[in-house]
């Protein structure tokens, strides 16, 4: 089970906020919050305001003074407040809120919040890396916030209704944000660096103040990459680890064995000195590849003496019956460290989860290769190709394409059969959108970008780590990594090899088999020995108008899409069930 800690590690929260111009709806709120004991604190932040705050083990709440000024934090809340003396911090913070929002960047660290004005008006405030996601809901004369999608299920008055492109995405097993929309009508995902005006009768308006990107290209460096920014990555990791893992253990690794999760592991295992454990999904017995996926990650776990390593297999048919595991929260689980996480919060002592998630978009991999075309001329080619000869093809597509406005990327080209053909139809309205806009943007690293605004798969960290007291921790996705990424020239990251500049900083902490593994450590995908499975799940209500019911009323599908499917059935029950707790307080 989980356990707290003494100190106020890491002040992260989960935070419902709800605003309606009837009085009498306010009051029937805050009581369902007061009587639901999810909550640490519930207060009335403002006029027409009612909020509640559940800080993860090992935070504790806002101050009075903190809550007395309007303010309420999901993250970062030392970070800003400890930089000013006395209460300078709470009101530097109130006034750039509510009157200067576009500088909020003038703050320091990640921070998340929602400022409260007198009048009704409130700004919420997503961090830079955007760890704790903050959804807004306005409609008529009624307006919330709040951290997860489960509390706003809950405690809004109204009958919620989910969102039909958000979730055909997800059905197809992708966490893509469309049009800044959050997983239920009339409710917006604040972006990274973004904060959101809002109040009731009045539309959302976002606002960016977090843009590491620049206006151009940096000149290539002599030395690539550059020991200041080598430096500068080594000490941001360190940094955040430093802040986020328990110093008296409890801290999981999300190990596939690959370099970006080994580094984290030699990191917090080795250098920082912190107890460690770790969760890895290796191939199953039989498969060809399972041992060598087993010599990477047993042999990190035996250098940095990991109090326990969790070993799973995984194939086709395995996902299928994690996604049956998954917890019921309000939003698909996808990831199958997340599917199993209340499992091993239940066998051990979990406080801070961990993993090597958005090295391949800052550190350097194939996602960066569409930006290093992009900069790199033909006699840039003799410097280094990042992966191999294959990357003369790749530069030639990549340069034609973004002229073509035609760039290519993982998300799927169109949504599978088993999504309303409604939603497929909207869904490729949007994609066409976005990659063309993508194509137009004047400024460098449209890529990065691309991937930098797209972050669905935080809100699904942040519902199930939540929910089971777990605290998150995902290094390469904090504010100065970010800021570094867009100050490097990509031959600092790719070419020849990837992740240079990983490699380079952490040569001295890292295994040199693990920093120099040129293959990806990964979530197996095996063949399955039974491509179809019984599929007798019924469709829950909610995803009405979401998927084709003619397509998922078989009694057989292949295993991946039973497992697609399952996943936000399991998602879209853990809906109906908020709701029912809903009607009978």
């Known amino acids: 089970m989980t356990a707290s800690v003494s100190a106020d590690r890491v002040p992260l929260s989960s935070l419902f906020a709800f605003a309606d111009s009837d009085p009498e709806v306010v009051a029937g709120v805050e009581a369902a919050l007061e009587g639901s004991a999810e909550f640490a604190v519930v207060w009335r932040p403002a006029a027409g305001w009612v909020a509640a705050a559940a800080p993860l083990p090992g935070s504790v709440p806002d101050s009075r003074e903190v809550r007395e000024s309007g303010l309420a934090f999901v993250e970062g809340r030392a970070a800003v407040l400890d930089a000013y003396p006395g209460g300078e911090g709470r009101a530097a913070v109130k006034t750039l809120a509510r009157e200067r929002p576009r500088q909020l960047a003038s703050l320091p660290g990640d921070f998340g919040l929602v400022a409260f004005g007198p009048g009704g008006e409130a700004t919420a405030v997503r961090s830079c890396g955007g760890l704790v996601p903050l959804h807004v809901f306005a409609r008529r004369r009624r307006a919330a916030v709040a951290s997860r999608v489960g509390d706003l299920v809950r405690y809004l008055p109204d009958e919620p209704r989910l969102e039909p492109l958000v979730w055909g995405i997800w059905a197809a097993g992708f966490g893509l944000r469309p049009w800044d929309r959050s997983f239920l009508v009339d409710t917006v995902a604040v972006p990274a660096g973004f904060a959101a005006t809002f109040s009731p009768g009045r539309r959302i308006e976002l606002v960016r103040y977090f843009e590491p990107r620049p206006d151009s290209w940096p000149r290539r460096p002599a030395t690539a990459p550059t020991l200041e920014h080598a430096e500068r990555l080594r000490a941001a990791l360190l940094d955040r680890l430093g802040t986020d893992l328990d110093p008296e253990g409890g801290n999981l690794l999300t190990l596939s064995g690959g370099v970006d999760s080994s580094c984290v592991g030699a990191l917090a295992g080795g250098t920082l000195g912190r107890r460690l454990s770790s969760v890895s999904f290796v191939p199953p017995e039989g498969d060809p590849t399972r041992e060598r996926e087993l010599g990477y990650i047993r042999s990190l776990g035996e250098r940095f003496g990991f109090e326990r390593q969790w070993i799973l297999p995984l194939d086709r048919d395995a996902r299928y019956q994690l996604a049956l595991e998954a917890p019921r929260v309000c939003v698909p689980v996808l990831h199958p460290a997340l599917c199993v996480l209340p499992r091993l919060t239940a066998e051990a002592d979990v406080r801070v989860l961990v993993g090597g ?110 929910s089971v007291g777990v605290r998150r921790s995902i290094p390469f996705r904090a504010r100065p990594v970010l800021e570094l990424a867009y100050e490097c020239h990509p031959a600092e990251l790719v070419g020849p090899g990837t992740k240079r500049l990983l490699r380079e900083a952490l040569a001295g902490d890292v295994p040199a088999r693990h920093l120099g593994r040129s293959d990806k450590g990964h979530w197996t995908r095996s063949g399955s020995s039974a491509p179809q499975v019984d599929w007798h799940t019924v469709i829950p209500e909610p995803l009405d108008g979401v998927l084709d019911p003619a397509w998922v009323s078989r009694e057989q599908l292949p295993a991946h899409e039973a497992a697609a499917l399952a996943n936000v059935c399991i998602a879209a029950s853990g809906v109906q069930a908020r709701r029912a707790l809903a009607r009978a307080q």
């Open 357 to 466: 998630e958005y090295a391949d978009e800052v550190c350097g991999s194939l996602l960066t290769v569409p930006d290093w075309a992009a900069v790199t001329g033909p006699a840039g080619l003799a410097r280094g190709l990042p992966t191999g000869p294959k990357d003369l093809l790749r530069w030639a597509a990549w340069r034609v394409l973004w002229r073509l406005r035609r760039p290519r990327i993982s998300w799927p080209a169109q949504l599978p059969g088993f999504v309303a053909p409604l939603v497929r139809e909207e869904y490729h309205q949007w994609r066409s959108e976005r990659l063309r806009q993508a194509c137009e943007e004047p400024a460098p690293w449209r890529f990065l970008t691309l991937w930098s605004d797209h972050d669905g798969w935080l809100t699904m960290n942040w519902e199930v780590t939540s």
